[in-house]
């Protein structure tokens, strides 16, 4: 389909249209902060703030998941049964559950719908894994209407992870705010439908509105800055396994797993019993591999136990032991965990010293020490940078 | 379960892929859904140690019944509804088709609840899991079985495999250890395989104890006074971990190469199908990757076991 206009006062108009045939789902801004609820008529979306506080995955890969119910009861004892088979006796029955609104999710930014393609992979079976029937429900069902970045944040590094501010990859239709409105390109048969139903709310754009679309996606790609050097960082990451400098690293860490619940693409998950009486509830809910807990074994035992280990862990799933079986990342480079770490750990600065390739073997000495003090003074002027932006 | 994997296809699947025909949420409660356990009933408990209980259980659903089987090495998911599910080793023969078995420590909840149980109850099993041993490639193979404490639980089943199958496997040998002569699991068995002429068995426990008649002294130590030849021989190795860390060091000595030497790990699970992300140890995950690794494979591991 072809692209579209979308006046900013159609904005509502066109929320509401989309809100007839499901759930709708945006980011607002209450008390100072921004999250993804579910949007009613009246409410107003913030797009002014770059990313919402949590990343949208709750709305497929909810926080806590109710899978399966099950009960104990009496089994009933068949008529004119005698002795043995007269003795009643307790069974179980169990029901599974697999809830799946249609919903749309819009407003969303490039790297949050990057995060869902990433999980994709984890709850699709990719390379022979198991499908995970509850995360699939949700996911077709949804439909992701992403909105290219206006101002990228000092935090944000999607550039260097093969990603950009205005990216297709995964969204249903993207939008870019330009004047007056917004462009609208519809990706797949999901955002063509969505397209289609809202009808007059959507109009044929101008050749100027396309092409100020297009620089406002240059413009932004730009502002990104570059963070490391992706090539390499696997191999590196295994080569440095046991580098010391990860204790230093991991130093500040309090393991508080911030960033692993505001990330758009950590996804590991707990599974626990509730039972209340003879009723109860099997449900999952999202973990965190930096609580010591996570590993603890009954024993006491915990291969995991210090907080180095879990730190290391963490990175190396995203850039190695992800990458090892699902062939891609897993990190969008939203920078949700850097701005929201209590004592600022930074997921570019791990990655630019531990994905490295270990120094240079002696003989080329020289040249390795003019080389680093090269790259000293380049991350030097990088952090200035940084600095006078944040 | 299988039928939910993709096999070695490197691609994301959909409902339609799963269940042909079906998009749809309701699918999910049609496509194999490998989270939601089978109901079995126990039928028969046997006290093995004062902590370690083996429950034989009977899928509800005779169809399930009939069609289980399993590889020796693998697991499964038990779990008592209201309290939580862990991961057992299944110990029944792989030839066994009334009853599924699995033998219990108890640990914490879940366990306790299954000391709890009696004949008649029911509980929720999702198995077959992870990967068993390479038992077909290594016929014509001398196997020998180092095992300590509920280690005994993990290797039950490959035991009685290469039993079932002894013409296979040039010998068996079996070296198994105690803290007490009242801590040996499978004391029925014991007394089978002691009997029998095929099986080279040996068992230890850590101190002089009035009555006992067979050897005294840690696995490590009467591994090494054993001194089996490496020559074509596999090792398996199950047992706490300070038992495995010198036994490893003893095989070691001995002569036998990590890639012939393996083990069963135990880490904490919870879907066992590859997907939470809880059971890692580096790149590998111990429910679909293992649990049965060989020492060559480990040293590739952070140490993190
Ligand atoms: C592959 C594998 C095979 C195993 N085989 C056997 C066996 O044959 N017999 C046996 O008695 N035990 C076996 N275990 C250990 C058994 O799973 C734990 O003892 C059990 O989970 C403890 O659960 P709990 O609820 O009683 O303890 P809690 O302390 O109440 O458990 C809390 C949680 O931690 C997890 N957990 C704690 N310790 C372990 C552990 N060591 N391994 C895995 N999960 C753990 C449980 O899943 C549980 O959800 C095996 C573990 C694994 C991973
Ligand atoms: S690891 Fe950090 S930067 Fe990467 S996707 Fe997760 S929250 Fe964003
Ligand atoms: S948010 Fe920061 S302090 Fe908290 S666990 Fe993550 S890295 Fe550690
Ligand atoms: S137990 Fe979930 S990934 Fe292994």
Redesign the pocket.
């Known amino acids: 389909m072809a692209s579209k206009y979308l006046k900013s006062e159609q904005l509502p108009a066109f929320l509401e249209s989309l809100a007839k045939n499901a759930r709708v789902v945006a980011p607002f801004k209450r008390d100072g902060v921004t999250q993804y609820e579910p949007w009613q008529s009246g409410k107003d979306v913030e797009l002014d703030v770059l990313l919402a506080k949590q990343s949208p995955k709750e709305y497929v890969f909810l926080q806590t998941e109710t899978y399966l119910k099950f009960g104990y009861e009496m089994a009933p004892v068949p008529e004119g049964a005698e002795g043995e088979d007269a003795v009643p006796y307790e069974t179980v029955k169990v029901d599974p559950q697999n809830e799946a609104p249609k919903q749309v999710i819009f407003g969303l930014r490039p790297?949050d719908v990057r995060?869902f393609v990433q999980m994709d992979q984890v709850f699709g079976g990719y390379g022979g894994f198991y499908f995970d029937p509850l995360y699939n429900a949700r996911r077709e069902a949804t439909t992701l209407l992403a909105v290219t970045c206006r101002e990228p944040r000092s935090t944000c590094f999607c550039t260097s992870v093969g990603g950009c501010p205005s990216s297709r990859e995964g969204a249903d239709v993207l939008f870019t705010q330009i004047e007056g409105g917004f462009f609208v390109e519809p990706i797949t048969d999901k955002g063509e439908a969505i397209a289609e139903a809202a009808g007059a709310a959507l109009t044929d754009p101008t050749d100027t509105q396309a092409t100020e679309a297009n620089e406002a996606k240059l413009a932004s790609a730009t502002k990104v800055d570059p963070a490391f050097d992706l090539e390499g960082v696997r191999d590196a990451l295994h080569d440095n396994i046991a580098d010391k400098r990860w204790a230093d690293l991991a130093m500040r860490c309090v393991s508080c797993g911030t960033?692993t619940y505001?990330?758009?693409?950590?996804y590991c998950f707990s599974i626990n019993d509730s039972i209340v009486e003879t009723k109860g509830d099997r449900y999952r809910c999202w973990d965190n591999c930096f609580n010591p807990v996570y590993t603890e074994e009954t024993s006491g035992h915990n291969p995991r136990a210090k907080k180095m280990n879990r730190f290391r862990n963490r990175f190396s799933h995203?850039f190695w032991y992800y990458p090892d079986k699902y062939d891609s990342l897993l990190?969008?480079?939203?920078?949700?965990?850097?701005a929201n770490c209590p004592t600022r750990i930074d997921?570019r600065e791990v990655i630019r010293v531990m994905g490295a390739p270990k120094e240079a073997p002696a003989a080329s000495g020289a040249v390795a020490a003019s080389a680093a003090a090269a790259a000293a003074v380049a991350a030097a002027a990088d952090t200035t940078t940084e600095g006078k932006e944040a | 379960m299988a039928d939910t994997t993709s096999g070695a296809a490197k691609k994301r699947l959909t409902f339609a892929d799963v269940v042909p025909g079906a998009s749809t949420a309701k699918a999910g409660k049609l496509a194999g859904n490998s989270y939601v356990p089978e109901i079995a009933t126990v039928v028969e408990i046997i006290q093995e140690t004062p902590t370690i209980k083996t429950f034989r259980m009977r899928f509800d659903d005779p169809a399930v019944m009939e069609s289980f089987s399993f590889a020796p090495g693998q697991v499964g998911q038990l779990g008592v509804f209201g309290v939580g599910e862990s991961t057992f080793a299944i110990t029944s023969k792989p030839s066994e088709k009334e009853f599924i078995q699995f033998s219990v420590m108890r640990a914490g909840e879940v366990t306790q609840a299954l000391h709890k149980l009696s004949v008649g109850d029911k509980v929720g099993i999702r198995a077959p899991m992870g990967c068993g041993f390479p038992m077909d490639a290594w016929k014509g193979k001398k196997i020998l079985f180092v095992m300590g404490g509920i280690g005994s639980a993990a290797l039950k089943a490959t035991i009685e495999y290469c039993l079932e199958h002894r013409a296979d496997y040039q010998g068996v040998n079996i070296l198994y250890g105690a803290t007490h002569p009242t801590n040996f699991t499978y004391q029925y068995d014991i007394d089978e395989w002691q009997k029998r002429e095929d099986i080279d068995l040996t068992l230890t426990i850590d101190r002089e104890c009035d009555g006992w008649q067979c050897d005294v002294g840690m696995v490590p130590a009467v591994l090494e006074r054993m001194n089996p030849d490496p020559a074509n021989t596999i090792a398996i190795l199950c047992g706490p971990p300070i038992m495995i860390k010198f036994a490893l060091i003893s095989f070691m000595k001995l002569g036998f190469t990590p890639e012939q030497t393996y083990t069963t790990l135990e880490k904490r699970m919870k879907c066992g199908i590859g997907i939470c992300g809880r059971c890692n140890v580096g790149p590998k995950y111990v429910c679909v990757d293992g649990p049965v690794f060989s020492m060559a494979e480990l040293n590739e591991l952070p140490d993190e076991l």
């Open positions: 790297c995060g960033c505001v990330c758009p693409s950590c995203k990190c969008s480079g939203c920078g949700r965990c850097i997921i």
